[in-house]
C-alpha cells in the first residue's frame, strides 16, 4: 500500500538557519504529495502541494519538488524563523483519495 | 467564510461512556474524513464519508466506533463505552470533491480524553 516516511525529530535550528526535511514516498500510480503544517493545540494547515513530476510547490518561503525518478518529496527553507516551529507532515493522496501521513517532524527554531 | 468547525475542542469522558464528535464542513464541501492522532505520532485515517453515504471506512476499529455524515447537520463520529485507549486528537476534513489533488481543509480538532 502507499506510505510516506520522513526524517525523525526533533529538529532544532537556529534563526536564519537553512531547512531541509526529507520525505520520500512508496504509491502505486501517480499521488499527489503535500506538505501541512501544525501548530501547537491547532488543526493540520497545507503548506504546499504538488500534484505532477518536476512540479514545485512553494508557499511562505518554504519550496518542495516532486521528484519521481527518487520518490521523494523534500521540504526546504533557506531562512528559518522563530515562528515556523512547529511539527511538519509530508503527506501523498493516491487513487482513493485517502490522504496518508508521515509521522511528522517537529522543528524547533532557537532565536 | 467559517473553514471545518469542530466541536467540542476538548472532552472529557469515563471509561464506558459514550462520546460525540460533531463536524461541520466548510460550505459546499460534501466529503468529510476522520483522522486520529495519537501522542506524538502522525494522524491515521478512519474514515471517509459523503452525504449519507460511507465511502470508505477502512480505517475504523470494528467495534465500539462509527461515522455518519447525515443530509442534514453536521457529520458524527460516536465512540461507544470509551477505553483509556481512545484518547487522542481526532480531526476532520473537508473537501468538495473527492479530488486528490485539492488537499483537503482540517479543523482544529477535539481531543478526547478518558479517565
Known amino acids: 500500500g502507499n506510505s510516506v516516511t520522513q526524517m525523525e525529530g526533533p529538529v532544532t535550528l537556529s534563526e536564519e538557519a537553512f531547512l531541509t526535511i526529507n520525505c520520500t514516498y512508496t504509491a502505486t500510480g501517480y499521488p499527489s504529495l503535500f506538505w501541512y503544517v501544525q501548530y501547537p493545540g491547532e488543526g493540520l494547515q497545507l503548506l504546499l502541494k504538488?500534484?505532477?513530476?518536476?512540479d514545485k510547490g512553494s508557499n511562505k518561503g518554504f519550496e518542495a519538488t516532486y521528484r519521481k525518478e527518487t520518490t521523494s518529496f523534500h521540504l526546504e527553507k533557506g531562512s528559518v524563523q522563530v515562528s515556523d516551529s512547529a511539527v511538519y507532515f509530508c503527506?501523498?493522496?493516491?487513487?482513493?483519495?485517502?490522504?496518508?501521513f508521515g509521522k511528522g517532524t517537529r522543528l524547533h527554531i532557537l532565536p | 467564510n467559517a473553514g471545518v468547525m469542530q466541536n467540542p475542542r476538548h472532552l472529557v469522558r469515563r471509561r464506558g461512556q459514550e462520546a460525540r464528535l460533531r463536524c461541520s464542513p466548510m460550505?459546499?464541501?460534501?466529503?468529510v474524513y476522520w483522522y486520529r492522532q495519537l501522542p506524538e505520532e502522525g494522524l491515521k485515517f478512519m474514515v471517509y464519508?459523503?452525504?449519507?453515504?460511507?465511502?470508505?471506512e477502512s480505517g475504523m476499529p470494528k467495534e465500539r466506533f462509527s461515522a455518519e455524515f447525515p443530509k442534514e447537520g453536521p457529520s458524527i463520529l460516536r465512540i461507544q463505552q470509551v477505553v483509556r485507549g481512545d484518547s487522542a486528537a481526532y480531526f476532520c476534513?473537508?473537501?468538495?470533491?473527492?479530488?486528490?489533488?485539492?488537499?483537503?481543509?482540517f479543523g482544529s480538532g477535539t481531543r478526547l480524553t478518558v479517565v
Open positions: 460550505k459546499g464541501h460534501s466529503h
Open positions: 503527506a501523498l493522496t493516491g487513487r482513493d483519495d485517502k490522504i496518508i
Open positions: 504538488a500534484t505532477k513530476a518536476d
Open positions: 476534513a473537508s473537501s468538495p470533491l473527492a479530488s486528490r489533488e485539492v488537499g483537503y481543509t
Open positions: 464519508l459523503q452525504k449519507e453515504n460511507i465511502i470508505d
